[in-house]
């Protein structure tokens, strides 16, 4: 029996559906639910391919799979959506098998159980379903549900990348990287994280800009470097944004700009990060693209000293010398009371500086 594929967006997210040639009734109901699903008729698309998947083709139980699993018609309902996967993963249907795998993978509607994960995953890799064999790649990376090994990895992270998938093109240029399960290579492992970055993946954006920064196996290239950082900043790659806010102090690959330096060591700070925390300390303490402020300043030090790094406590116990106890338990004070991913203090909100 044949099957063909038809891609239908839905929002931004690009879903394929598969379409039977298996009788002519069947197919024109298919069709049917094919039109009414591009139209928004989530409903009348489930009542077209019911049938169909009832009679048992693959195509249209792993299609009433997805729509239970994304909440399309009738509602989320991951108990169903298991139901058609299963029964399509068990005649073969690739992208079922993947799709079952990840719901045991991320225990959603179904016990978490790494072993069936990495079952269904390894059917559908050998298949070539490039996500399976990405995260069956990714399975034998991390010795979830089977054994750690990096060889294994490595061979179906190269038939995912190889199909185009960024993930896998990262994870495969991090083996060259460190020479892990493949011979170790610098070139090759630029090779597959500027296709992974050029993609828009976030962590081989910064790998390459890390290596640009660095001179490391490529030529040390700033400019290079801060085109990588940046991307990869927008996307919020925390230790992208705090590279860049360094790169914009510095003035290296770029021209040197304080505010902008801020702007992105904030970002990161709000997140959490105990660097990016420090810099502001840093440059409200000197008042670098900013105006000076060492309330504000104790305040950043004690956030990155509770994390625990060691520059932090030094700034920290050299600023106490310069305020006053009333200064010093208003710092402390909004330190206590700031939570992570929540705006920061302004110098408006200081009421003992100057």
Do not use: C
């Not at 960024?166 to 020479?179: K, M, P, T, W």
């Not at 106890?325 to 929540?342: F, L, R």
């Amino acid at each position: 029996m044949r099957e063909m594929s038809k891609a239908v967006m839905i929002g931004g997210l690009v879903v394929l559906l598969s379409s039977p040639v298996f009788g002519q009734s069947f197919s024109q109901s298919f069709e049917d639910g094919i039109e009414a699903f591009k139209g928004g008729d989530y409903v009348a698309a489930i009542e077209s391919w019911k049938p169909v998947a009832e009679q048992g083709h693959a195509g249209a139980q792993y299609n009433l799979g997805l729509m239970y699993n994304l909440g399309k018609g009738e509602g989320q309902d991951y108990t169903k959506a298991i139901k058609w996967y299963r029964k399509a993963a068990e005649q073969g249907h690739a992208r079922a098998q993947n799709n079952l795998g990840r719901m045991y993978d991320n225990g959603t509607g179904i016990a978490l159980n790494e072993i069936e994960a990495v079952k269904w995953y390894r059917k559908a890799a050998e298949q070539g379903e490039q996500r399976a064999q990405y995260r069956l790649g990714l399975k034998y990376h991390r010795g979830e549900g089977t054994s750690q090994n990096y060889s294994e990895a490595a061979k179906w992270y190269r038939q995912s990348a190889e199909q185009g998938v960024a993930n896998a093109q990262f994870s495969l240029g991090f083996l060259y990287e460190f020479g892990k399960g493949v011979s170790q290579s610098g070139n090759k492992a630029v090779k597959w994280y500027r296709k992974a970055a050029e993609q828009g993946q976030q962590k081989a954006q910064f790998n390459l800009a890390r290596m640009y920064d660095r001179g490391n196996i490529v030529p040390q290239d700033f400019s290079e470097a801060v085109k990588w950082y940046l991307r990869a900043a927008e996307q919020g790659e925390i230790r992208s944004q705090v590279n860049l806010g360094r790169k914009y102090y510095s003035g290296k690959g770029i021209p040197q700009n304080f505010s902008e330096a801020i702007k992105w060591y904030r970002r990161a700070a709000e997140r959490g990060d105990p660097i990016a925390q420090l810099n502001l300390a840093s440059m409200y303490s000197s008042g670098e693209g900013v105006t000076r402020n060492l309330v504000l300043a104790y305040f950043f030090a004690n956030l990155s000293s509770s994390r625990g790094h060691q520059e932090s406590f030094e700034l920290r116990d050299t600023l106490i010398k310069k305020l006053s106890p009333e200064q010093i338990a208003e710092a402390q004070n909004m330190a206590t009371s700031w939570k992570v991913g929540t705006p920061f203090p302004s110098k408006d909100d200081v009421t003992t500086w100057p």
